[in-house]
């Protein structure tokens, strides 16, 4: 069993034993759990993991700034947590089902998704993030820890996939959640199951201190990666503002999953940076002097610092990815921007193959609530 056992730790100051390969400063240190799965990174392949980091914290403001301009109904911010989504989300096969929250926009990136795509669903528009099966992704999951229900079924389907051409098929269904969905029924219930029928599913917790307003250290005694365990399903508790520790944590959790073995969790320690949602004032509950203490952890300048250590980094490489990142946010503001809502009204077409009486019932029900906005606008 790899498990790293760990005592509870202040989510203002200190993070607990975590399995770390790049400190805050930017230095690159060893890890005996997770070297062996580290091997083949180079310098070509830690640039990239930055530069989907930096596109990932663009789209993120931008996001936030869409919002705040009546652009969009609703943003979950992920700053402070590009390292986790971006170095799992890279260790994936195109093959691999993913089953992400609502705050994986990075994930949700690196599977290929559109501006259009990622503005839709926070417009709340038809068909938000297009076909899943094109991308191998599922959209973004709003009722809290449902998807872990949903890639545990997933992955015992795959279990159950007749074998094709080059023998049994080694798919993995992946799913992300956060330290206040840990607190959810569907999530021990899906860890039942996953434990139970050793289904290949990997569960991504990003705990990033808080569940909106309440500290993780409410929520449980003992870190998140101790409780996978007592389902028996071997944890590993990683720096979670460490994109090579999370890259090679999700290494041998798919190892582990493709060879049969069964699910495995990784706990990864981050921090939100922002609020829980636009709709959220973390200053009602959160200590500014604990976000300077996470500032100081940042999973981007630590990335930044050891490339330019290594000469892998430059003035020129780094305004190449600063441009491309600054290309996708203009990307999604101009399609934000252009796009039309269709009229209200045509949520009821294609309801029924038929028109029965009941739809139209309702239908004039909503007109009349529509044309209430009117008269107060009157």
């Known amino acids: 069993m790899t498990y790293l056992p760990s005592t509870t730790a202040d989510p203002g100051t200190d993070m607990g034993p975590v399995a770390q390969v790049i400190t805050p400063d930017g230095e690159r240190v060893a890890d005996a759990k997770l070297e062996p799965w580290l091997h083949e990174v180079d310098d070509d392949l830690l640039v990239g993991l930055y530069r989907d980091m930096v596109r990932t914290r663009r789209l993120d403001r931008e996001g936030v700034a869409l919002q705040r301009q009546g652009q969009l109904g609703l943003w ?165 503002n460490d994109v090579l520790a999370c890259y090679g944590a999700m290494r041998w959790a798919l190892e582990r999953a493709r060879s049969g073995a069964g699910p495995a969790y990784i706990e990864a320690v981050t ?49 190449d990815i600063a441009a491309d990142a600054d290309r996708l946010a203009a990307e999604v503001r101009a399609v934000c921007l252009g796009h039309r809502t269709r009229d209200p009204l045509t949520v009821f077409d294609e309801v029924y193959a038929e028109p029965h009486s009941g739809l139209e019932r309702q239908r004039r029900a909503y007109t009349a609530y529509l044309d209430g906005f009117e008269e107060d606008a009157r």
């Open 76 to 240: 979950a911010p992920c700053e402070g947590q590009e390292a986790v989504q971006i170095g799992t989300a890279r260790a994936l096969r195109a093959a691999d089902f993913v089953f992400p929250s609502y705050r994986e926009s990075g994930v949700q990136l690196v599977r290929g998704a559109t501006p259009t795509q990622l503005i839709q669903v926070w417009r709340g528009e038809e068909q938000s993030m297009g076909d899943p099966f094109a991308r191998n992704t599922a959209g973004p999951q709003i009722i809290i820890g449902a998807q872990t229900l949903h890639a545990v079924g997933y992955a015992m389907g795959l279990q159950r996939m007749p074998a094709g051409d080059d023998g049994p098929r080694d798919d993995v269904a992946v799913t992300y959640f956060g330290d206040g969905a840990s607190s959810q029924g569907d999530v021990s219930e899906a860890m039942v199951f996953a434990a139970s029928y050793g289904a290949p599913v990997v569960f991504v917790c990003s705990n990033n201190q808080w569940a909106i307003s309440e500290p993780v250290t409410v929520q449980s005694r003992t870190p998140l990666a101790d409780r996978a365990p007592a389902f028996g399903i071997p944890s590993l508790r990683v720096d979670g």
């Open 271 to 319: 921090y939100r940076m922002g609020p829980h949602t636009t709709a959220d004032d973390p200053t009602r509950y959160r200590d500014a002097a604990e976000l300077e203490v996470w500032r100081g952890r940042d999973p981007l300048s630590r990335v930044q610092t050891l490339l330019q250590a290594r000469g892998a980094l430059d003035d020129t490489l780094a305004a």
